[in-house]
C-alpha cells in the first residue's frame, strides 16, 4: 500500500509533463501550418495573374490604371516606392533606435531610464492611424513649406501639398523606433558585465568599449530587432495612406506615391475580375520580399552567433 501511494506523485507528475509536450507539440505544429497555410494561399491566388498579363508587363510596366478601356497593370513604381521608402525608414530610424537602446543601457542613469523607457513603450501602443493623422496635419504642411521653398519658381515640378515619400519615411522611421529600441536594449543587457570588465581592464575608453565589445557582442538580437522592424515598416499601410499622397509615382522624396500595402487598401474593396488576380499578385510579391528579408538576416544572424562562439 505504501509502495503504491509513493508511486501516485511521480504518476501525475509523469503524466503532468506529456500534456505538456502534447500541448506545446500543438502549438509548434499550429505556428506551421499557418505559414504554411498563409504561404500556399498568396501562391494561389497570386500566381494566375502572373500567367495572364506576364511577369514583365506586371513587375516592370510603369502604368497602372486597372480600370481604363485598356487595362494596364504596371506594378514597378509601387514596388520601387515601397523598397526605397523602407529602406530610407530603416536607415534613418535603426540607427536611431540603436543609440537610444545604447543611452538607456550603457549611458543614462536609472533615473533617466525611468523616464525614457515609458515613453518608448507609449510610443509603441500608439496605434498606426494616430501616427497617420498627425503626420497630415502636422509633417505634411511642415514639407509643403521646405517643398515650396525648394521648388519656388519652377514650371515642372508637380506640388503634392506635402504627402509625399519624405512624410513616409519620416512617419515609419518613428514608427519602428520602439520596437528597435526595446530588442536591443534586452540584447545589450543580455551581454555579460565581465566582458565590458575585461575591456576596460585592457585601457579601452567607455565609448570603446561599447562600440567594439558590447554592441558586437549584441549583434544577434540587435539583427533580429532590425528585422521586426523591417517587418513594421514593410506592412504599414493606414499610416502611409495618410501621409504618402497615393499616387503612382517614380519615387523621388517630393513625389506622391504609392506603396505595395496601400496599393492592397485602396482597391482591393471595389476590384474585381482580373484587377482583383492582380491586387493578390501584389499581395504575393509583397510577402516573397519579406519572407527574403527575414531569411537573408537570419542568414546574417545566424553567421554572427558562429562568429560570436
Partial sequence: MNHRTEGKPGHRHNTAEAVARALLFICAVAAIFAVCAITFYMFAK????????????????????????????????????????????????????????????EVSGKKTAALVEPAVELLAAIPSVIYGLVGM????????RLEKLIFAGSQTHQFTGGANLLSAVVVLAIMILPTVISVSA?????????????????????????????????????????????GRALGEAMAINMVAGGSVNLPLPFHSVRFLTTQLVSEMGYAEGTHRQVLFTVGLVLYLFILAVNLILLKMRRKGEKGNG
Fill in 46 to 105: 497570386g500566381l494566375p495573374a502572373l500567367g495572364k498579363i506576364g511577369v514583365k508587363d506586371l513587375l516592370f510596366g510603369t502604368v497602372w490604371k486597372p480600370t481604363a478601356s485598356e487595362p494596364r497593370f504596371g506594378i514597378a513604381y509601387i514596388l520601387l516606392s515601397s523598397l526605397v521608402g523602407t529602406a530610407l525608414s530603416v536607415a534613418l530610424g535603426v540607427p536611431l533606435g540603436l543609440f537610444t537602446a545604447v543611452f538607456l543601457t
Fill in 137 to 144: 496635419m502636422v509633417l505634411n504642411p511642415a514639407m509643403y
Fill in 186 to 230: 534586452s540584447s545589450l543587457r543580455a551581454v555579460p558585465d565581465s566582458l565590458r570588465a575585461a575591456s576596460l581592464a585592457l585601457g579601452a575608453s567607455k565609448m570603446q568599449t561599447i562600440f567594439k565589445v558590447t554592441v558586437p557582442a549584441a549583434r544577434s538580437g540587435i539583427l533580429t530587432g532590425v528585422v521586426l522592424g523591417i
